[in-house]
């Protein structure tokens, strides 16, 4: 049964980075058929799509974060991780990783992890 | 890139049907036949309910099925049931090799 599963602070200070993980049971981040993602949604509002990673490292991000964020692979661990740098309250949200087919924006998601930017 | 447009909500009584619309550009909906449906509970994750335009995950109620017309998707969920009071959202693949979710619509049963 494939589990993903996010980990990291639920509390990150303005103007610091945000690092996130996403640890993957029951498949292989090296699985040539997926990407791996993060997607993140503001408390009442909609999701946002923020990016995604290939086992080889080719990554895609939303045009809006692209200058603030890195996504990173790590196939020894079988995780991948998420940061965002400059921080704000909007960035104050639910982060959830989930596994890309081709076909869709995510197939499995993990249960999220709820971040808050707050000094 | 702009949010796929939805409808804030939609209703319907135990058994109806309703269909609820996502919006995008030739960029994104109109353009690639990679459109999917999630449905989110409270407090949940979103949940897989349509990929590729029309086709249902393993376990997904055949009540639930997707359509594209331009650049316009829809949802359509027939035989309204409870269980079905949710958030929608619809997200596209695009030509920036991205993905673009719908601004999600609140679906209350009557």
């Known amino acids: 049964q494939l589990q993903l599963q996010e980990s990291g602070p639920g509390l990150v200070k303005p103007s610091e980075t945000l690092s996130l993980t996403c640890t993957v049971s029951?498949?292989?981040?090296?699985?040539?058929?997926?990407?791996w993602g993060w997607t993140r949604q503001t408390p009442g509002k909609g999701l946002e799509w923020i990016g995604s990673i290939y086992y080889s490292g080719i990554t895609y991000y939303n045009p809006s974060l692209k200058s603030r964020v890195t996504i990173s692979v790590d196939t020894s661990k079988n995780h991948f991780s998420l940061k965002v740098t400059s921080v704000t309250a909007a960035d104050t949200a639910v982060y959830y990783c989930?596994?890309?087919?081709?076909?869709?924006?995510?197939?499995?998601w993990g249960q999220g992890t709820l971040v808050t930017v707050s000094s | 890139q702009s949010a796929l447009t939805q409808p804030a909500s939609v209703s319907g009584s135990p058994g109806q049907s309703i269909t609820i619309s996502c919006t995008g550009t030739?960029?994104?909906?109109?353009?690639?036949?990679?459109v999917s449906w999630y449905q989110q509970h409270p407090d949940k994750a979103p949940q897989l309910m349509i990929y590729?335009?029309?086709y249902r995950p393993s376990g997904v109620s055949d009540r639930f099925s997707g359509s594209k017309s331009g650049n316009t998707a829809s949802l359509t969920i027939s035989g309204l049931q409870a269980e079905d009071e949710a958030d929608y959202y619809c997200?596209?693949?695009?030509?920036?090799?991205?993905?673009?979710f719908g601004t999600g619509t609140r679906v209350t049963v009557l």
């Open positions: 997200s596209s693949f695009t030509s920036s090799i991205t993905y673009v």
């Open positions: 030739s960029s994104d909906v109109g353009g690639y036949n990679s």
């Open positions: 029951g498949d292989s981040v090296s699985n040539d058929l997926y990407h």
């Open positions: 989930q596994r890309l087919p081709s076909y869709c924006s995510g197939d499995y």
């Open positions: 590729g335009v029309t």
